[in-house]
């Protein structure tokens, strides 16, 4: 064994091929993985963009609202008893602020539905813009726009509607 053959790489002697080989696909994978990082859009921060709460479910309020009032003009006693949804990201925090402004709401229809004629409130076409003013007044009532509360009174439902 004194003389020592040098093998040529077809005998399995000498510098191997695969670790050129591996090296070049490790960068090939790596620069794609590089360019897709590079051009894909970013993704979604939490608090960038406001939820959609039309997407939400809704959240019946379990305590009815009434006024008794008497309409503007006129001597008729009119009652008026509703219920409303709202849809809110944090259910607890939009409890807590409906809770807050109840009042405010209750004061705020109560001089809404004052100002109406007997007339407005005789009528479907009467009814329904109340409705959506009622609607309006608890948004402002408990979601007022500088509130760091994500919701919104989604719908208001006359349980009762009588004027006598």
């Not at 406001?50 to 939400?56: A, F, I």
């Not at 004061?107 to 004052?114: G, K, N, Q």
């Not at 009532?141 to 994500?150: C, G, I, Q, R, Y």
Request: hydrophobic residues 40%.
């Amino acid at each position: 064994m004194a003389e020592e053959k040098e093998k040529t790489p077809e005998e399995g002697g000498g510098k191997s091929k695969t670790l050129p080989l591996l090296l070049g696909i490790v960068l090939v994978v790596g620069a794609a993985v590089g360019v897709v990082a590079m051009t894909s859009p970013p993704a979604k921060q939490e608090g960038s963009a406001p939820l959609d709460l039309d997407s939400l479910p809704g959240t019946q309020w379990e305590e009815k609202l009434s006024w008794t009032f008497n309409p503007s003009s006129q001597r008729h006693v009119t009652k008026i008893s509703i219920v409303f949804e709202y849809k809110a990201e944090d259910p607890l925090k939009a409890t807590a602020a409906i809770q807050k402004g109840m009042y405010k709401a209750k004061s705020d229809i109560r001089l809404l539905c004052m100002s109406k004629t007997i007339e407005d409130l005789s009528t479907a076409e009467g009814a329904m813009q109340l409705k959506l003013e009622i609607q309006n007044a608890l948004n402002q009532a408990f979601f007022p726009e500088d509130a760091k509360v994500n919701a919104k009174v989604s719908d208001v439902f006359f349980d009762e509607y009588l004027i006598k």
